[in-house]
């Protein structure tokens, strides 16, 4: 009988954790809405209706209408493009910066790992939130103002209404997470590396002359990969608990733009104190932006219980 292949093996395993299924389907959830916000979304989410404030959920409004009449739910769904933006493009900048530095310290050792552990230790000495505020008022004038000059210059109107709309502010959240995230990532690789670069396969590769970067590439990473993807999915949902909190104190996107975060902070300031008739306008985004984030942890943990051997 023919052994079982080993992905099926792991899927076994990870289909035994429940909240582990909850959370890739939650997550599958977000990226159909993300990726199909403008059918999903029953009205436009910048239009305001003014006779249609504050209205609670019903046929028209499922989840109501803000202050400005705006539909709740639209702004909820293109929210979720929001988070899946800047996952992504974050995700892809910390997990390339992750790799390449980690792995450079990890197998090359000497002055690459002394300077690239340096750095990371810079990283954590500073509070996140703090080293985040620090490159938004340094940074983000620099750039928006950039970026207006040659909008400008080129007589590109994209560009013109890109800085126009508030978009440019994701570049700052963008920059931000990106210069955070690869850090811990580099940390995680380094240690896998230099508990794996005197093993006998690794050694038996430099001996036939196999490069080094070939053998980090087919021989370290892939034995590496299982701790590296669980802390990446474990790291998702910082990303976007990140983005949220950061539009929250307005240093992300910028209204109207929808995010969940603005969206929480509106509606925090002006619904807190009206229990319990207007609550549920800051349970609603709040609930949501808490299932994501426990969606990557769960889909975290299943994938730890399902690759990690001495927990089999």
């Known amino acids: 009988m023919n052994p079982r292949p080993a992905w099926k ?35 436009d989410f910048s239009k305001t209706n003014l006779d249609n404030v504050e209205k609670p959920p019903s046929a028209e409004h499922l989840l109501g209408t803000d202050a400005l009449g705006r539909d709740m739910l639209s702004r ?35 002055l690459s790992d002394t300077l690239i552990s340096r750095l990371i230790d810079f990283l954590f000495a500073f509070p996140d939130l703090l080293f985040i505020f620090f490159i938004a008022a340094t940074i983000k004038p620099g750039i928006v103002t950039q970026l207006r000059t040659i909008a400008l210059a080129n007589q ?19 920059i931000s997470l990106s ?37 980090i590439t087919r021989y370290l990473l892939p034995n590496s990969l299982a701790p590296i993807l669980v802390a990446i999915s474990m790291g998702l949902g910082g990303i976007a608990l990140s983005e949220g909190i950061l539009a929250y104190l307005g240093i992300g996107l ?8 603005i969206i929480l902070s509106d509606h925090v300031v002006r619904y807190w104190r009206t229990w319990p008739e207007m609550i549920w306008m800051i349970f609603i985004p709040f609930i949501i932006m808490a ?14 219980e399902a690759l990690n051997p001495e927990l089999q």
Do not use: C, H
């Open 76 to 110: 909820i769904i293109y929210g979720a493009r929001s988070v899946v933006f800047v996952i992504i493009v974050v995700a892809t900048i910390s997990l390339t910066f992750g790799l390449l530095l980690g792995a450079m310290a990890g197998y090359f050792g000497g």
């Open 179 to 215: 210069l955070l995230g690869w850090a811990g990532l580099a940390r995680l690789v380094r240690g896998q590396i230099l508990a794996l670069r005197e093993k006998e396969f690794v050694l038996s590769a430099q001996l036939v002359g196999v490069s080094n970067w070939r053998i």
């Open 156 to 174: 590109w109107p994209w560009l013109t209404e890109f800085v126009r709309s508030g978009y440019a502010d994701y570049l700052v959240v963008i």
């Open 254 to 261: 910028q209204p109207p733009n929808p995010s969940w975060g």
């Open 291 to 304: 299932a994501v984030v426990f969606a990557f942890n769960f889909v975290g943990d299943g994938l730890n």
């Open 9 to 43: 093996e792991t899927w076994r395993r990870f289909a035994r954790n429940k909240p582990a299924l909850l959370g890739l389907l939650i997550i599958a959830l977000l990226l159909f809405t993300a990726l199909f916000a403008p059918l999903l979304a029953p009205y």
